[in-house]
């Protein structure tokens, strides 16, 4: 077991032997953190935290009572395989949060990247990859393989589907139910979620201007609007982000997704 001299453990916490604790790192009272776990400086755990398994926690995560990271997630076909989770830096994790392990199958690694905000009681299942400056609202439920790139808003009381990928940007309003991919910018709501635009005020709250605004709006226009196959608009979406960099995410999204995306 290796605990930096500044690490502050409360007395009724179990830190087991061979974690690796950090720097300035807080550990709450009645808190587990397993022999395999790592966490790194600044980093604080309320209370009633369990940090279980090959856990990687990053530096300066503001982590909650009754959150759980890292332990054994639901999948069937889970026996045991050694697996991980990686929390990167700045993450709000609040109450009663889970986030479970990866699966070989599913690449082996739980990821969330920096700058989130986990809400309470949101779900993050094995083998998702969320990216960074993401918020999952109360309730939010991300089931395995999910991906969520950065700055997307996920609704309380909101499901994903199994491997579903939601863009950069994109605000899933409360209660939707999301079971193919969600295009980045955009507003999507409902059972099952259908689009009702693009995100204009968070793009505006993040620094975009208006020629970048006008050619998103352009671009999901041509998808939803224009009665065209994403096969043929894909070469004039070619020709909007060879101008601006910002529809480029258009792309790289197209080239990802498998399930179809939300009508």
Known sequence: MTIHATAQIHPSAIVEEGAKIGENV?????CLVGKDVEIGKGTKLHSHVVINGHTKIGEDN??????TIGEVNQDLKYHGEETYTVVGDRNRIRESVTIHRGTVQGGGTTRIGNDNLLMVNAHVAHDCQIRNNCILANNATLAGHVELDDFVIVGGMSAIHQFVIVGAHVMLGGGSMVSQDVPPYVMAQGNHARPFGVNIAGLKRR?????????I??????IYRSGKTLD???P??????????????????FKRSTRGIIR
């Open 62 to 67: 503001d982590i909650f009572q009754f959150a």
């Open 217 to 222: 709006r352009n671009v999901y226009k041509l």
């Open 236 to 253: 004039e979406i070619e020709q909007y982000a060879a101008q601006d960099s910002a529809i480029s995410f258009f792309l790289d999204f």
């Open 232 to 234: 043929e608009v894909m």
């Open 26 to 30: 807080v550990i709450g009272p009645f």
């Open 207 to 215: 620094g975009f201007d208006k020629s970048t605004l006008h050619d």
